[in-house]
């Protein structure tokens, strides 16, 4: 039994994704995910213009008339959201945390995916496997995954990015949509991104907070580290300081960057002070016109 608030909260997203689905992401989502191959539907007889290399030449003997195969797109699809709940993701500077992001946009591909008849399912991680939602259809099944996000009690604290991304490749036996949604606060998860990568259908989605990137000048301000739980006191009015916490992010967000670019993994990067909209549909368009 879910609380009013909270049902009130997962219909409020309902609303919102599903309407973006109609009006802007369905179509998007077909385009840029095509399915897993072609099937041979039927013959017909051969017209002017068709592919020549497509005569059934058995079928034209029989007849003594030209007909040429036809296949249609193996549309149905699996997506696998692979979703970050770690402690980090509790973070935000502005009028929503990161989590919340990852809720709603979970929601957007999750309601793309039923639109185009795919089955989707959801693993939720910290610096563990914390939940597993077997892939499935239908408007119940995605709000059961809006629910699951928003009722998360992670036991894990921190991230660990290879044992989430190494677990879902053991599981998903069949080639599938692979989205990663996180932080990416972890380390030493090349190789299963790497692995991942050539196994499915994989992109990456990096949510980013504007604060995590440059430090107000606030004077003395006491730090926890969500994940480690560590304390510490930063002198934010020292512009050494600042500069060097700006370069640290800087730097390791470089490194993210370029291992996705070496290993031609997808990616998009999302910040939570700014419409998520716009970066997925330049994704999806980029992708179309990659095909």
């Known amino acids: 039994m879910i609380s ?4 009130k909260t997962i219909r409020r997203i309902e609303i919102r994704t599903k309407g973006l689905v109609n009006e802007i992401f369905g179509g998007e989502y077909q385009s840029a995910f095509k399915g897993r191959g072609m099937t041979f539907s039927e013959v017909r007889p051969y017209q002017i213009g068709d592919d020549v290399r497509l005569i059934d030449w058995n079928v034209t003997a029989r007849s003594e008339e030209p007909y040429i195969k036809v296949f249609e797109e193996e549309r149905e699809q699996t997506l696998m959201l692979c979703v970050d709940v770690s402690s980090s993701e ?5 009028i929503r945390r990161k989590l919340d992001l ?17 089955k989707v399912g959801l693993v939720l991680f910290t610096d563990r496997i914390e939940k597993v939602v077997i892939p499935r259809k239908g408007r119940a099944h995605v709000l059961r995954l809006i629910r699951e996000l928003l009722s998360a009690e992670p036991q894990g604290k921190s991230t660990d990015i290879g044992n989430a991304v190494a677990y879902l490749s053991k599981i998903l036996r ?10 990416f606060q972890s380390s030493g998860y090349e190789k299963q ?20 990137r440059d430090l107000p000048d606030l004077g003395l301000i006491p730090f926890r580290d969500a994940e480690t739980g560590r304390y510490r006191v930063i002198d934010t009015s020292s512009k050494s300081v600042r500069e060097q916490y700006r370069r640290r992010r800087q730097v390791r967000m470089e490194r993210l960057q370029k291992l996705l670019r070496r290993h031609r993994i997808d990616a998009i990067t999302l910040q939570t002070n700014e419409s998520y909209i716009e970066p997925i549909m330049a994704f999806f368009k980029r992708r179309v016109n990659r095909y």
């Open 174 to 183: 069949r080639r599938s949509i692979f989205i990663l949604i996180s932080d």
């Open 193 to 212: 991104l790497r692995i991942a990568n050539r196994k499915h259908d994989f992109v990456s989605i990096v949510i980013d907070d504007p604060l995590e």
């Open 90 to 94: 509790q973070f935000g500077s502005g």
């Open 4 to 7: 009013k608030e909270l049902f």
């Open 102 to 118: 990852i809720t709603e946009l979970s929601a957007v591909l999750a309601f793309s995916a039923i639109k185009n008849n795919d």
